[in-house]
């Protein structure tokens, strides 16, 4: 028997969720306990899961680069099909090395980028433009050393070239400092773009998670604001705004799912959960930009926050899921969540589920979820040289379940499992499928697995940073480049072996204990 009660979120029903792609978390260099800058991204889809590094390069005089779109739907590294080019450049002298995710997310210069997708109006895109939010990150990479020249650049890139994406934010941050970048087109039939980024404060955290969180901005504060020169002609001529009072971009943008606000449950969540002294309730009309957290976070919290579903609070999805369990060895009667609920339900369980027991279940966007394609939390420090100080902390596959893996600014290359993305059939020799055995398995009985298997997921955890300050010591006392990145790249492979190792054994555990059934 189902027990029932009342649900906050959206139902199943309302919003295609599979469009909530990415969530964003920021840090800025005061708000954290070791002076990291921090971004992240959640690239909730089917974004490539193979990764590389494209090594720094020097360029002739008169070279161009190729504009080109699809590539992020590819099968291997060095996979053409689907991908069309549509323009080019002129290359640079010289472009850094990147680590080739995705969306490209950090360069060897401690230059990091996380992403999330809003919409925004259809007046505003058009997708005959060449410039795609994947191109504008690879450019950034290869050409900056810094988050404000990068924003400049992007921004100034899609205004030339015109930007062919919907409305989508960036979470640029450097060692010193992080911006959010957000754009759209600038009509159906126009080449441009129309862009604004803010600075989050040195001691603020900040959160993007498909709704503009951008406000009011202030031209005359270039140190914290910066835009396009038609930002708001642009919206003025769409309808978008009235032209009264001071223009507010989240409010011009006014996409479907934030229901005319600048937060969903992820923001409300992360602020509370880091700044509970503000009082911030659900039922407000906006909340701030960005906020200073009560106490300083660390990267691990980070990615703590990005495994969370809500358990235990008002979004929690299970909350509902109850089962009658009677009286035994003198424990009375009573009712508890039955173990197979998850909070990574697919659609047709819900739609199931709630046909059976109507209101048992509602969708709630939580931070973690189980179509997530990889994550990347990056950390960027001043403290030390840009080949050790940067860090991407890589997983794939729901970040609720899978372990990260340290990759590095002065990184090389990766191990071979890397290669290859899982989204096109089942590999077990690819990264995702590595991890996304034991995590669908763990799934199916949740509330039995869970505590084990966040045991493992900490153990992993733990390993991984235990190494750094042997691994940081080693690096600096190392003579040449070379010898530098090869420290990097085997503790990259130490750490993803020790993690295969670990999530083979849940696998071999969970077939063991479910042999007859979930």
């Keep these: 028997m189902f027990a029932l009660g009342l649900c906050i979120g959206t139902a199943a029903q309302d919003f295609d969720y599979s469009k909530l792609e990415c969530t ?16 992240s991204h ?3 889809g089917t974004s490539h899961t193979w990764v590389n590094i494209v090594p720094a390069a020097d360029h002739k005089k008169g070279e161009t680069t190729a504009i080109r779109k699809n590539w992020r739907k590819t099968g291997f590294v060095s996979d053409t099909a689907g991908i069309k080019t549509v323009g080019s450049i002129p290359q640079v002298a010289h472009t850094y090395a990147y680590l080739n995710t995705g969306y490209p997310s950090m360069n060897e210069k401690q230059l990091g980028i996380g992403e999330t997708t809003f919409g925004g109006p259809d007046t505003l895109i058009n997708r005959s433009n060449p410039l795609v939010i994947e191109e504008l990150c690879r450019l950034a990479l ?18 030339e070239l015109g930007y062919g994406d919907s409305g989508e934010c960036l979470t640029v941050a450097d060692k010193n400092e992080v911006w959010q970048f957000e754009i759209t087109g600038n009509g159906k039939h126009n080449k441009g773009a129309a862009w604004v980024a803010q600075r989050i404060p040195d001691d603020h955290i900040g959160i993007s998670a498909n709704i503009p969180r951008i406000g ?3 031209r005359s504060d270039s140190r914290n604001f910066l835009a396009s020169d038609n930002l708001e002609q642009v919206f003025l001529d769409h309808g978008l705004w009235d032209g009264k009072g001071r223009f507010n971009y989240w409010k011009a943008v006014n996409c479907e799912y934030a229901r005319g606000k600048n937060f969903r449950e992820r923001e409300f969540y992360v602020f509370r959960a880091l700044a509970p002294s503000l009082n911030l309730t659900y039922d407000m009309d906006e909340i701030p930009f960005s906020v200073k957290p009560d106490s300083l976070v660390d990267v691990r919290k980070v990615m703590e926050l990005l495994r969370n579903n809500y358990e235990g609070s008002e979004f929690d999805m299970c909350r509902n899921w109850l089962i009658e369990v009677p009286e035994k060895d003198g424990i009375p009667a009573h009712r ?7 909070p990574w339900l697919t659609k047709n369980t819900m739609n199931t589920l709630n046909t059976i027991a ?11 979820v189980a179509w ?41 290359t990766l191990p071979k499992a890397f290669e290859r993305c899982g989204h096109k059939g089942f590999d077990p020799d690819c990264v995702l499928w590595q991890f996304r055995k034991a995590n669908r398995l763990a799934t199916v009985a949740w509330q039995q697995t869970k505590q084990g298997f966040g045991e493992s997921v900490m153990k992993m955890e733990d390993a991984a940073f235990e190494g750094l300050d042997e691994l940081e010591s080693a690096y600096l006392q190392a003579g040449s480049a070379k010898k530098k990145a090869k420290l990097v790249d085997a503790y990259t492979a130490k750490i993803h072996s020790m993690c295969v190792e670990e999530w083979e054994k849940l696998e071999a555990k969970y077939w063991g204990q479910f042999g007859r059934g979930f």
């Excluded at 964003?24 to 971004?39: C, E, N, P, Q």
């Excluded at 924003?151 to 890139?157: D, F, P, W």
């Design 216 to 218: 009011c901005i202030d």
């Design 336 to 342: 508890e969540i039955s173990p197979v609920a998850n």
């Design 142 to 159: 290869e050409r900056c050393d810094n988050a404000r020249d990068a924003v400049l650049l992007m921004g100034r890139l899609a205004e």
């Design 42 to 44: 959640t690239c909730d």
């Design 24 to 39: 964003s978390i920021v840090a800025g260099r005061l708000a954290t306990t070791d002076g990291s800058v921090i971004t």
């Design 372 to 412: 997530c394609a990889y994550s990347t939390v990056i950390q960027l420090r001043s403290s030390l040289p840009d080949g050790i100080g940067g860090i991407c902390w890589y997983s794939v596959d729901n970040p609720g379940q899978s372990p990260r893996i340290p990759i590095f600014c002065g990184g090389k």
């Design 358 to 368: 109507p209101g048992t279940v509602e969708f709630t966007r939580t931070l973690a």
